[in-house]
């Protein structure tokens, strides 16, 4: 477990040479029973905490009874056991953790707020992950991934977009984690965060170069848009009516085809996708209503001929 900064508190106490363990699960687990000798429903692959109750209760029984309790849990290894509060460890469950190579680790922290902390960190740690060849920007606190082929643009469009006062997430890898129930997050590795490509340029720093308020370190996905190669015989979707999606990670993004060719601000395009993407978060979508404004005015147009040529019968 490498929680330096998640602010877990953890303090290794025995069972160094158990490190190597896996958590396979973001629940944790509270083995009360186990400590009496009753473990068929103790999961291993979950980390354990033992809090006030548990430790009061070691404290209570005969040294047999609790070399016996703690022999019992630490025998079917479980990943690692924490003791919050920041409660002595009894010397039985140290030297049970050296034995078994469990990890036995204390916090200070209360055990409501660690589980609550730790479940947190572990749903983040073990959820699904995937990295795509892109561009992640913050546009009006809009997340779009700019998609397209190596060379089309996209690092130009983004570095337009923070002259604008926008915010650069990632470029060229973006690593994307999905967290419950279906949002998706984007960020940069960290070899190359905070960094860009501009061909003819070369490598630059967009932090050191535009200030610390230029770049983010992660950003929900809101929107893919995708740069390609304008080709005359293909149909544009000109009314924005037409409703693309592409999968990430099961997620369906809502996403733009949007073709490149000179004379097109790309950027400007960008931008004004991600107030139209602000318009639809307040429930108004202007192509649809522009659509149902078209479709009234026909529908009236039809039955205003409809009366005169049944004016002119009669």
Not at 34 to 56: D, K, M, N
Not at 86 to 106: M, S, T, W, Y
Not at 138 to 163: F, M, N, Q, R
Not at 270 to 284: D, T, W, Y
């Amino acid at each position: 477990m490498q929680a330096r900064d998640s602010g877990l508190a953890l303090e290794l106490v025995a069972g160094a040479d158990g490190l190597y363990r896996l958590i396979s699960g973001p629940r944790i687990q509270k083995p009360g029973l186990a400590l009496t000798g009753y473990t068929p429903y103790v999961h291993p692959e979950r980390l354990q905490v033992l809090g006030l109750t548990e430790i009061s209760f070691l404290r209570s029984v005969n040294d047999e009874q609790r070399k016996s309790g703690i022999a019992a849990l630490c025998g079917l290894e479980p990943s690692a056991i924490v003791v919050t509060r920041g409660l002595e460890i009894p010397p039985e469950l140290a030297e049970c953790g050296n034995q078994f190579k469990v990890p036995v680790f204390r916090t200070p922290l209360m055990s409501s707020v660690f589980i609550n902390r730790v479940t947190k960190w572990l749903e983040d740690r073990l959820s699904p992950t995937t990295s795509v060849h892109g561009v992640l920007i913050d546009v009006l606190g809009i997340g779009i991934l700019l998609t397209g082929k190596s060379g089309i643009g996209k690092s130009e469009a983004a570095l337009d977009l923070i002259l604008r006062g926008h915010r650069l997430v990632a470029d060229d890898i973006v690593e994307i984690r999905k967290r419950p129930p279906d949002i998706i997050y984007g960020a940069g590795s960290e070899i190359i965060k905070h960094h860009m490509e501009i061909r003819g340029l070369g490598i630059i720093n967009i932090k050191d170069l535009f200030g610390i308020s230029s770049v983010r370190d992660a950003k929900k996905i809101e929107l893919m848009v995708e740069l390609v190669d304008w080709n005359e015989e293909e149909e544009y979707d000109r009314l924005g009516v037409e409703e693309l999606h592409h999968s990430i990670l099961d997620v369906a993004v809502p996403m733009l085809r949007v073709p490149i060719r000179p004379g097109r601000n790309i950027s400007s395009i960008i931008e004004v996708a991600a107030r139209n993407v602000l318009l639809k978060f307040q429930g108004k979508h202007s192509a649809r209503e522009f659509q149902e404004r078209i479709n009234r005015a026909l529908l009236e147009a039809g039955e205003a001929e409809h009366k005169v040529i049944v004016d002119e019968v009669e």
